[in-house]
């Protein structure tokens, strides 16, 4: 998979290394060299959001332009500050969210009811990609469960699975192979029904008190802090409750490299590089980005580690 991802070839403190000598030549303002950084935005499609703040005081927040900035989605290109600059050609209105599948009562949530239906609430998570870097993010948003609970799945119903949005006029990974980096689209990924059921799983419509930006996924996009991140789909307009286990994006790119579960654990290292610690983006100065110890579970092992009661988590990656 993750053919080559910008942490085999740009680690953070590069890129602003590689920024600080283009400044130094004097030739280039930073502002043409990096677009995203150099100019705000003409335009800021988000709103604020009235929601019930998490009390948590533990975790030290990421910044919020890095949360908008250093991005993976490969819908609108593989490099961290691709997404920021192109993901505002994604459509969000009108959205529509389909849940269909084993359930007794399908339905088609709106943009509306996806801000309205559920009282939203902030949920201050830890953040781990598979590429051994994280964050800590207020997120807002709901439960999954909430929503499971109206549409009511079936004693069939065993998976979930998720689709990101497919739309190839206006995402330029989808119409272009290379610009996607490869991956096969509509995104897709899934969980266990106890996974989507447990109260940790969120469905975020937003972080850092204002709707989403689409380079994080807008208008609404799956949050599950005890795997890796390429587990919380962004965008989603599709939701399915399945009997089978489900085919998903990077486990069919590369089963070998990314499991199904892919819960995250210090002691299961990724074929290509070590899972046992984690930089910390936005940390230190601009050299010295922060190195801590992979959390098993991403320190959620205690809510979570039930789940996985007699299942071999070396097998199961
Ligand atoms: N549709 C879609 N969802 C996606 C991805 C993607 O490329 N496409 N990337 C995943 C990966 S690898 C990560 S780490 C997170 C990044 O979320 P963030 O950019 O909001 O931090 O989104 C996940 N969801
Ligand atoms: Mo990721």
Redesign the pocket.
């Known amino acids: 998979m993750k053919k080559l991802t910008e942490n085999d070839i740009t680690p953070e403190n590069l890129f602003y290394q590689r920024r600080k000598i283009i400044q130094s030549m004097g030739v280039l303002s930073a502002a043409a060299a990096f677009p995203s950084i150099g100019l705000s935005k003409t335009h800021d499609s988000r709103t604020a959001l009235s929601f019930k703040k998490d009390k948590n005081d533990q975790l030290t927040l990421t910044p919020e332009n890095k949360?908008t900035t250093y991005?993976?989605?490969?819908?609108f290109g593989v490099p961290k500050e691709s997404?920021s600059h192109y993901a505002d050609s994604l459509k969000i209105e009108p959205w529509k969210v389909e849940i269909t599948g084993e359930v007794e009562k399908p339905i088609v949530l709106d943009m509306n009811d996806l801000l309205t239906r559920f009282p939203l609430e902030e949920r201050i998570y830890r953040?781990r990609?598979?590429e051994a870097w994280s964050?800590v993010i207020p997120w807002i948003g709901f439960e999954l469960n909430k929503l499971l609970a109206i549409v009511k799945p079936t004693s069939r119903a065993k998976f979930v699975e998720f689709e990101?949005i497919y739309d190839p006029d206006n995402i330029p990974g989808q119409k272009n192979s290379f610009f996607g980096g490869g991956l096969e689209y509509p995104?897709r990924e899934g969980l266990t029904l106890a996974e989507a059921m447990h109260p940790l799983t969120l469905l975020s419509v937003g972080l850092y008190g204002k709707t989403l930006l689409p380079?994080?996924?807008a208008p609404v996009?799956l949050v599950v802090p005890w795997k890796y991140?390429?587990k919380?789909?962004?965008?989603i307009a599709k939701i399915k409750l399945t009997s089978q286990m489900p085919h998903t994006t990077w486990n069919k790119l590369a089963p070998y490299e990314y499991g199904f579960y892919a819960n995250v654990n210090p002691q299961v290292d990724h074929p290509r590089w070590s899972q046992a610690s984690e930089r910390v983006i936005g940390s230190g100065g601009l050299f010295n980005v922060k190195r801590q110890p992979t959390l098993l579970f991403n320190g959620y092992a205690e809510q979570v580690a039930h789940l996985y009661d007699g299942l071999d988590l070396r097998k199961n990656y």
Do not use: D, H, L, W
């Open positions: 949360v991005n993976n989605f490969y819908e997404p953040f990609c598979v964050m990101t995104y380079q994080n996924g996009r991140g390429f919380s789909i962004k965008s």
